[in-house]
């Protein structure tokens, strides 16, 4: 597999939703879930997961949620979820029994909105590096929140689980165009000068 170096996926990658026939293979789509996986979680609990969509009836689905086409054209959309048990089974797994009972402490006395939203931060994160990753090996990608978020988790076998929320849905693929830069304004870098 070729990849590019991370100035040039971040220089690349764009908003793309047009793909091209080529299905990527198993081997690709596994290693940009790997990298994008990669990224930090707070405590490093890992409060989000990645579901990989490639099935027509799942993306018709999430077409149906959002009505956004690419979702249907794209040969995989990924959705990054966020969780927010308090603590995930495998906690001990990752973290050893002493630390899962401070973390556990910390997080039992969190409000149900601050542990969504901490669910939702990781899920994002883990959503920013699965863009570069996919831009690196080739992919283009659509990142995407516009849709009903109920409707998405129904579409990933998650109906009605007030433990998962979406934090973003990237349709991805092969590009079949080239946009331009969009453009971004100088003014979003508040420090002094260099
Ligand atoms: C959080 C977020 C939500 C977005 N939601 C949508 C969406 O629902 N549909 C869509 O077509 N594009 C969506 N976009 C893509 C943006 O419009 C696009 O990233 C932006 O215009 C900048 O262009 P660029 O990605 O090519 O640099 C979203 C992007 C982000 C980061």
Redesign the pocket.
Known sequence: MNFLNVQEAIDQ???V?SYTAEVPSNEVIAEVARLALEAPSAFNIQMRDLVVVRDTEQKQKLFDA?G?Q?FLDAPVVFVCVGRSEVMPDDAEDILGAERVAGIGGIRSRMSESALREAGLKDALLLAGFLLVAAQSVGLAT??????DEEKVKAAIGLAGRSDRSIG?VVAAGYPNEA?T??GRAANRLVAESF
């Open positions: 990658r764009r908003a939703r959002s956004q690419q659509s990142p995407t929140t516009g849709w973003l946009p830069h969009p």
